[in-house]
């Protein structure tokens, strides 16, 4: 089946620093990768939308300069963290919607970021 | 207002026994329907996608219903196992977009 890798699985910075997650699709192309925000016992909060080659679309109250995503290339969608602070702790996972039939969307295996 | 209801929010069942979960939406124009297992510290991975005209699917142990008349959908796991145990969720896409509604999930424990 498809494959959505992502990178680091988990990472632990200090505050102030920031983090970037990648995002790959390593079996077919995805036009759309989605960027999603879980907390313990609590389920997925979709964070943003992104386009291969245009501006992500954020959903309200995520701050687009606090998480910035770029999506170059039909296989690659990164995320970063900038200036992380301790409530930016949290589980963060991408998803990826394959091009072609039903549009299938295929999950990564998440990226947990601590930050101290 | 479109929206994902899952119940029960939790459930807890003994190994080898029945249990279904439910999903009602209102999410509309309706494309379709997923169902993803979630475990503990992993990404979520697909079970089933129903589309409109389909009324049931199956995945080995996993069966889900889709009743598109009355928003329903439901997620039957047959004999139960103690790998069960994660946390299911219902996506609904919007039709025609790339608008993904998402359910609250809920939380299996299957115990020995």
């Known amino acids: 089946g498809a494959v959505v890798s992502q990178h680091p699985s988990w990472v632990i910075c200090k505050s102030g620093t920031s983090v970037k997650i990648e995002c790959r699709s390593l079996d077919f192309q995805a036009t759309t990768m989605f960027w999603y925000r879980q907390f313990p016992k609590q389920s997925l909060m979709l964070m943003a939308t992104s386009n291969e080659g245009s501006k992500a679309t954020y959903e309200q109250g995520v701050e687009k300069d606090k998480f910035l995503i770029n999506h170059a290339s039909l296989t690659l969608s990164t995320l970063t963290v900038t200036s992380a602070h301790p409530e930016d702790s949290s589980f963060y996972i991408c998803?990826?919607?394959?091009?072609?039939?039903?549009?299938?969307?295929?999950f990564g295996e998440g990226s947990r970021l601590t930050v101290l | 207002k479109n929206q994902v209801e899952q119940s029960p929010q939790s459930l807890i069942i003994l190994e080898g026994k029945n249990c279904t979960l439910q999903?009602?939406?209102?999410?509309?124009?309706?494309?379709?329907l997923r169902w993803y297992k979630q475990d503990t510290g992993r990404g979520p991975v697909s079970l089933t996608i129903m589309t409109f005209s389909e009324n049931t699917k199956s995945n080995g142990r996993y069966t889900a219903t889709l009743d598109a008349d009355t928003k329903q959908s439901s997620l039957h796991i047959t004999a139960s196992q103690l790998s069960d145990s994660a946390s299911y969720i219902c996506?609904?896409?919007?039709?025609?977009?790339?608008?993904?509604?998402f359910g609250t999930g809920t939380r299996l424990t299957v115990i020995p």
């Open positions: 998803s990826a919607r394959w091009a072609g039939g039903t549009g299938e969307l295929f």
């Open positions: 999903c009602n939406y209102t999410v509309s124009p309706f494309s379709n």
């Open positions: 996506v609904v896409t919007l039709f025609g977009a790339n608008n993904l509604f």
